[in-house]
């Protein structure tokens, strides 16, 4: 029998099927957009789109338009939508392979249409209004124009505005309201210049969950797919309806009794207190476990949760387990479901000053994905 891989990341895509039916439900009739950019936040996108869609996701969103065109060579047809652009991008192929487009600047409305008109199609585009993030998005100063050469595309048949859309900071229940305000407006300013948006989208999973009125027509929804919780304040999955998908696991790769007073890994950091058992699993920052947990985290291993000790170092890192036994071989989770006792991608990603969101897309290559469930 082969035994379970020397690492890997188990991806349930059942729980993410449940997750985005259970969003979608919380959020009807407002439609759910499942974000798969980054490769699905590291759990792999085109088996997460498809569970996703089997969920009920009517739309999938990404960053970049090599993003959307990964999803359609892979036989993805649902409707896409890319809003982070090159600012020399060719934006022909996606038009042609019907990708939506944000649209973030005059300048990127203007490309959009001459390379509509190049293939003979109208581009289907969504216009993005920076409410307050300034980051991506038209600035609220040249909204107007923006409007007004959009609704101009539309008459000439270059282009289809099919959606306007925001995204939110996320910084406060009050800044969240001004963005939601000045969100509104724009949509007003759209309406004026003759614009009937199918899809206006603001919400991504926090105001999702937590911000009713900024649902509108549609959601866009990353780390909740995956059974993260987007807060960052201790709010668990379980709470939330959620399950974790993503599980990273390992097996024991060396096991060793030490004295009291002896150091583990690099610097060390880290020294015997007494007499204990170390376990060695055979993950590092190389596969996206953050050197700055060293010292700090913990994994579940021989039924119960143990801290890691010294420098987690680029291959490797080192568990103490006491006097408890545990052998090579044996399975050791890093983060998972809490509730089979092992630590969530958030318990990592507050070992490591940072959020659960990050914890999961950085899950490196050398790790091999492993799916269950699905469709
Ligand atoms: C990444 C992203 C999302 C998804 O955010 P989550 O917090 O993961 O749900 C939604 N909208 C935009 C514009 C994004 O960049």
Redesign the pocket.
């Known amino acids: 029998m082969n035994p379970q891989p020397f690492r890997e990341a188990v991806i349930d895509l059942d729980a993410i099927r449940g997750n985005v039916a259970a969003i979608a439900r919380q959020v009807a009739p407002a439609q759910v957009m499942a974000?798969v950019?980054a490769d699905a936040?590291g759990h792999g996108a085109v088996p997460v789109a498809r569970a996703a869609i089997a969920g009920g996701a009517e739309w999938l969103?990404v960053?970049d338009i090599a993003e959307a065109l990964a999803l359609r060579d892979a036989g993805i047809d649902a409707p896409v939508l890319a809003?982070l652009h090159d600012p020399a991008e060719a934006f022909a192929p996606a038009i042609e392979r019907e990708v939506d487009l944000g649209v973030s600047s005059a300048p990127q409305l203007q490309a959009i249409a001459d390379a509509a008109a190049s293939v003979a199609r109208p581009a289907a585009v969504h216009l993005k209004i920076d409410s307050g993030l300034s980051r991506n998005g038209v600035a609220p100063e040249e909204w107007g124009a923006v409007v007004a050469a959009a609704a101009r595309g539309e008459r000439e048949g270059s282009l289809r505005v099919r959606g306007v859309f925001s995204?939110l900071a996320n910084t406060s229940p009050e800044e969240d309201t001004r963005q939601l305000a000045a969100f509104e407006a724009a949509l007003a300013a759209a309406s004026d210049a003759g614009l009937a948006p199918e899809v206006r989208h603001l919400a991504?999973?926090?105001a999702a969950l937590r911000m009713p009125a900024a649902r509108f027509d549609l959601v866009?929804?990353?780390?909740?797919s995956y059974g993260v919780p987007?807060f960052g304040d201790g709010t668990t999955a379980e709470e939330l309806g959620l399950r974790p998908a993503m599980t990273l696991r390992a097996r024991v790769a060396a096991v060793r009794r030490v004295e009291a007073g002896t150091g583990a890994s690099y610097g060390h950091i880290w020294r015997a207190e007494r007499p204990t058992t170390l376990a060695l699993v055979p993950l590092g920052y190389a596969d996206g476990v953050p050197r700055q947990a060293s010292n700090r985290a913990e994994v579940w291993l021989a039924g119960a949760r143990r801290p890691v000790v010294g420098r987690i170092a680029m291959d490797q890192f080192v568990v103490d387990v006491g006097d408890d036994a545990v052998a090579p071989g044996d399975e050791v989770v890093l983060f998972g479901d809490p509730l089979t006792g092992a630590p969530s991608a958030d318990d990592w990603g507050d070992a490591a000053d940072t959020i659960g969101?990050e914890i999961v897309t950085r899950i490196g290559a050398r790790v091999p994905r492993t799916y269950v469930g699905g469709p």
């Open positions: 974000v950019k936040y969103g960053a809003w995204h991504s999973t926090a866009r929804i990353g780390i909740g987007p969101y």
